[in-house]
Every structure is written in structure tokens, then in C-alpha cells.
């Protein structure tokens, strides 16, 4: 069973950066395709980025492009999120999940394994 556990999250002014970091535990995360979703109050889970198991292939949501970077090391099993330029709309709660698929995917339905979630605040 895939564990997931997010860090990274806190609190930076608008214009800062931070990078989050996602562990996995319990089974290799090399052959699942990955990605960061973020949630605030009230809302669906939104996708911020996702990669294939690989990592050749990347995908962005339109409001994150050119300022997030998704990265993956699967000798350490661990997704990362370089976040920089960030503005107070990014504030929510990131999470990271692993799809049952090696190849990319952002169908929120394919991902089966998720972690708990790092905070994330942008003041202005």
C-alpha cells in the first residue's frame, strides 16, 4: 500500500517561493504517475501539476505555469513542487497522489493513493 506524506508548506510573503516535498513509503512510487492538487474552503480538489511515472512528461494548470516546477526522484521516491512567484490565490492546501497509471494522467479519478495534505499561505 502507497504512502504518501507532503512537507514543505508554510506561511511566505506574496512574490516568495517554496518547495514541497512528497515521501512515498510502502511500495516503489517509479511506476505511478504523480501530481499536486490543491484545495481551499468550500472547493474540489483543483490539479496544480502532474508527471509521468518517467518523468518525461509534465502537465500545468494555466494558473501555476511559468512558476511552478514539478520534479520527481524515484531512486528516493519523493515528488517535489518548486513554487515560485507565489500569489495570495495560492493559498489552499497542497496534497500529492499517485495514479494507478505509469503514463500522465490528470483525471482526478485515477489517483488512488493520497497524502494528508501541507499547508500552504501566501499573504499579500
Known amino acids: 500500500q502507497l504512502q504518501l506524506v507532503e512537507s514543505g508548506g508554510g506561511l511566505v510573503q506574496s512574490g516568495g517561493s517554496l518547495r514541497l516535498s512528497c515521501e512515498a513509503s510502502?511500495?516503489?512510487?517509479?511506476?505511478?504517475?504523480v501530481g499536486w492538487f490543491r484545495q481551499t474552503p468550500g472547493k474540489e480538489h483543483e490539479g496544480v501539476s502532474c508527471?509521468?511515472?518517467?518523468?518525461?512528461?509534465?502537465n500545468y494548470a494555466d494558473s501555476v505555469k511559468g512558476r511552478f516546477t514539478i520534479s520527481r526522484d524515484n531512486a528516493k521516491s519523493t515528488l517535489y513542487l518548486q513554487m515560485n512567484i507565489l500569489k495570495p490565490e495560492d493559498t489552499a492546501v497542497y496534497y500529492c497522489?499517485?495514479?494507478?497509471?505509469?503514463?500522465?494522467?490528470?483525471?482526478?479519478?485515477?489517483?488512488?493513493?493520497w497524502g494528508q495534505g501541507t499547508r500552504v499561505t501566501v499573504s499579500s
Open positions: 497522489a499517485a495514479s494507478h497509471r505509469g503514463i500522465l494522467t490528470t483525471r482526478l479519478d485515477d489517483f488512488r493513493s
Open positions: 508527471i509521468s511515472a518517467s518523468g518525461g512528461n509534465t
Open positions: 510502502g511500495d516503489t512510487l517509479e511506476y505511478h504517475s
